[in-house]
């Protein structure tokens, strides 16, 4: 497994978490995008939040403000702070890793599924009132 998730768990309305993502020392190297997707029951797999190789971020609007996306180079981890959670925010969390080769992106792509090669297996949160 190339890349594992955790910190998932369950909240109160307003609180915070921090997920993590362990990603294998070839994955994270190879890679010029990481990101955090989510997936609510019944729904489409949605892009959170990714980081570029350089440190750019990107957002979607839903979680702007709110969520912070970081890496740790040294430690080959990708990480989510997310705070002031709302229910709307239940959903599996997955990291995920774009290989180079093929290109920058952008916005609305980075925030893409279809953009990433490598996928972890997900992390339950759990946000209610």
């Known amino acids: 497994v190339q890349l594992v998730e955790s910190g998932g768990d369950s909240v109160q309305t307003g609180g915070s978490l921090r997920l993590s993502c362990v990603v294998s020392r070839y994955t994270y190297r190879r890679s010029s995008y990481m990101g955090w997707f989510r997936q609510a029951a019944g729904k489409e797999r949605e892009g959170v939040a990714s980081i570029k190789w350089d440190g750019t971020t990107f957002y979607a609007d839903s979680v702007k403000g709110r969520f912070t996306i970081s890496k740790d180079d040294a430690k080959n981890t990708l990480s989510l702070q997310m705070n002031s959670l709302k229910a709307e925010d239940t959903a599996m969390y997955y990291c995920?890793?774009?290989?180079?080769?093929?290109?920058?992106?952008?916005?609305?792509?980075?925030?893409?599924?279809?953009?990433?090669?490598?996928w972890g297996q997900g992390t339950q949160v759990t946000v209610s009132s």
């Open positions: 995920a890793a774009r290989s180079q080769g093929y290109g920058d992106i952008s916005l609305p792509a980075v925030l893409r599924k279809s953009a990433f090669d490598d």
